[in-house]
């Protein structure tokens, strides 16, 4: 195999997600799967991409009312064996993610969590 055939569609999905904070999983199908690149790239391909990038630790993904929701993280410290907790804005639609350190004993935790407003629009 090539080496192009295995980095360009990660170059691709790269620069996808470089363009906005988040990106959905439909998006990303649309527009990596879809025509807007010729030749598409396989549907399985993208599935191991986003499988890798986040085993690597380089991204998270939460599923955000029935959308899975796909972005980068945003820690520039973060641990892949960090226990990770996705923070989604009610308010402003800002998603941040919180690394936790961790012991090795105990398995990888991804939680999510809802709040009614961030740092970066506080309620009062
Ligand atoms: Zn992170
Ligand atoms: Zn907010």
Redesign the pocket.
């Given at each position: 195999m090539s080496d192009s055939r295995v980095t360009e569609p990660r170059k691709r999905f790269v620069e996808l997600l470089s363009l906005s904070s988040r990106i959905t999983f439909s998006d990303l199908r649309r527009d990596l799967v879809g025509k807007k690149w010729q030749p598409g790239m396989n549907l399985a391909t993208l599935y191991r991409i986003v499988d890798t990038f986040k085993a690597q630790?380089l991204i998270?993904e939460t599923t955000i009312a029935g959308e899975r929701l796909i972005f980068a993280?945003?820690?520039a410290d973060?641990r892949i064996d960090d226990a990770?907790t996705i923070s989604f804005c009610e308010n402003c639609g800002a998603i941040y993610?919180t690394?936790t350190r961790i012991s090795a004993q105990l398995t990888l935790s991804q939680t999510y969590q809802q709040t009614k407003s961030c740092s970066a629009c506080v309620i009062r």
């Amino acid at each position: 195999m090539s080496d192009s055939r295995v980095t360009e569609p990660r170059k691709r999905f790269v620069e996808l997600l470089s363009l906005s904070s988040r990106i959905t999983f439909s998006d990303l199908r649309r527009d990596l799967v879809g025509k807007k690149w010729q030749p598409g790239m396989n549907l399985a391909t993208l599935y191991r991409i986003v499988d890798t990038f986040k085993a690597q630790g380089l991204i998270h993904e939460t599923t955000i009312a029935g959308e899975r929701l796909i972005f980068a993280c945003q820690c520039a410290d973060g641990r892949i064996d960090d226990a990770v907790t996705i923070s989604f804005c009610e308010n402003c639609g800002a998603i941040y993610d919180t690394h936790t350190r961790i012991s090795a004993q105990l398995t990888l935790s991804q939680t999510y969590q809802q709040t009614k407003s961030c740092s970066a629009c506080v309620i009062r």
